[in-house]
């Protein structure tokens, strides 16, 4: 399998419009947002620290690098003694303070995300009434629902978490998945305007494919001197972290050579 970075010319007598940031500017975002926590007020920060960029591309770019930094310290928010100190904490601040935005403000203290504290505290809760580890699907369904949580006032701090949280949550993969159907959807219209002939996820889906591209052409096509067979559409912003994630997780699997379109990502000169 070979994977060719995406170009629009072949796509549409106009090209499509691509967001591209040089390694240089990326880097300097990386290290600014290192101060930063995944809250509406923090993203005003950085649009004013970057004029010149789109507020979806600097939002891209910071839950990418936020979710990088999540996975390195989870390990120390997960360690059963971490857990309890959080949750006695909340508990108890919840009797003195119970109007505060208390998860928060613990989550702003630890370092943590408050989509993934909120979790956590309702994780430390249905065990304690339950007193044994709740299902996934159980969890997940309150944190999409808040209200049904038994406890009317940590609904509410979960529901707080869930609004500010630009980085995790459900209501943020609620947003990430209708922006990539969004951008799926131009795709097909470029290919259509140029009478190029597909097949797409749905598509495939239906004819028994397990993992499949975005899209599939019946008659393959050239970009920049490559054989392209199908197409992967990338929303979120394209470094060469997620490039090794979408290799490893993806494209290895699929049949022929292809080609990434990634919407945002750092200027091809630079990066690959």
């Known amino acids: 399998m070979d994977s060719v970075s995406g170009s629009s010319a072949a796509f549409a007598d106009k090209p499509v419009n691509r967001m ?13 947002v290192e101060q930063l926590r995944p809250t509406r007020q923090c993203m005003k920060t950085l649009q004013t620290q970057f004029p010149h960029l789109p507020p979806s591309t600097l939002l891209s770019i910071f839950s ?11 390990v120390r928010h997960h360690a059963p003694d971490v857990l309890k100190a959080y949750y006695q904490r909340y508990r108890s601040e919840a009797q003195t303070r119970p109007t505060a935005p208390l998860l928060l403000e613990l989550a702003n203290q630890v370092d943590l995300s ?36 038994p406890d009317l006032l940590l609904a509410k701090h979960v529901e707080q978490c869930t609004v500010n949280d630009c980085c995790y949550g459900p209501l943020v993969d609620c947003i990430k998945h209708a922006i990539g159907l ?3 959807d131009l795709l097909r219209d470029k290919l259509r305007e140029r009478n190029l ?3 797409d ?6 004819k028994g494919y397990d993992k499949t591209p975005d899209i599939i052409l019946e008659v393959p096509i050239a970009v920049d001197g490559h054989i392209v067979h199908w197409i992967e559409s990338k929303a979120s912003f394209g470094d060469e972290h997620s490039h090794h994630t979408y290799l490893n997780e993806q494209f290895w699997s699929y049949c022929n050579s292809g080609c990434l379109l990634e919407w945002i990502c750092c200027s091809t000169q630079t990066l690959l």
Request: hydrophobic share 40%; with cysteine; charged share 30%.
């Open 114 to 149: 408050p989509a993934l504290l909120a979790r956590l505290i309702v994780e430390c809760f249905l065990e304690e009434r339950a007193a044994s580890v709740p299902s996934r699907h159980v969890l997940n369904n309150m944190l999409r629902e808040p209200y049904s949580i």
């Open 20 to 32: 591209q940031v040089c390694r240089a500017e990326y880097r300097a975002i990386g290290r600014f």
């Open 197 to 199: 002939s597909f097949l």
């Open 201 to 206: 996820e749905n598509q495939l889906r239906a």
């Open 182 to 184: 969004e951008h799926e």
């Open 64 to 74: 990418q690098e936020y979710q990088k930094r999540m996975k390195r310290s989870m």
